[in-house]
């Protein structure tokens, strides 16, 4: 059983790079090799499922049952998904307007925020709207082996 010190909230953005070829992908792919091994447990919102099959389906490199897949593959790592709460819809809101970020990515920094860890996002466009946050960490900076190693 991984501590819960070693839990890591992950969203779409980093996740879709453990089946797409592009920057960063090795240390998505970090990221993901821990939590097999149960050096870290991975933790998202249970909508990183749909947002990660909607971004492989509309990259033009993936067939339905390349699509398929890899979803597939992404329940068999077996992350840990949390379903919505009235509790966490309440600060989901709240992030939402406070940062002027969608209800989506405001549900992964709620989770973090809620769970008092690091959230580990590749969208650089939402890390500058949240970098004033210590639990937000940029996949491409250097504080990504502060929090893995």
């Known amino acids: 059983m ?18 797409v070829k592009e920057g960063n992908r090795e240390r998505a792919l970090i990221l993901r090799e821990k939590h097999v091994k149960g050096e870290r447990l991975l933790s998202a919102p249970d909508l990183l ?56 990515d405001a549900a992964y920094l709620s989770l973090a925020e809620s769970e008092r860890c690091p959230f580990i996002t590749a969208d650089e466009r939402l890390y500058e709207k949240l970098e004033e946050n210590p639990l937000v960490v940029l996949l491409s900076s250097d504080k990504f082996y502060e929090i893995t190693s």
């Open 2 to 19: 991984v501590e819960a010190k070693n839990k890591i909230v992950i969203d779409a953005s980093a996740v879709v790079k453990w089946f």
């Open 49 to 104: 499922a749909y947002e990660v099959c909607n971004s492989l389906r509309y990259n033009p490199e993936f067939t339905e049952e390349d699509v398929k897949n890899a979803v597939k593959s992404l329940f068999e790592l077996h992350l840990e998904l949390n379903p919505p709460t009235i509790e966490n819809m309440d600060k989901v809101s709240d992030n939402a307007f406070k940062h002027n970020i969608t209800a989506y």
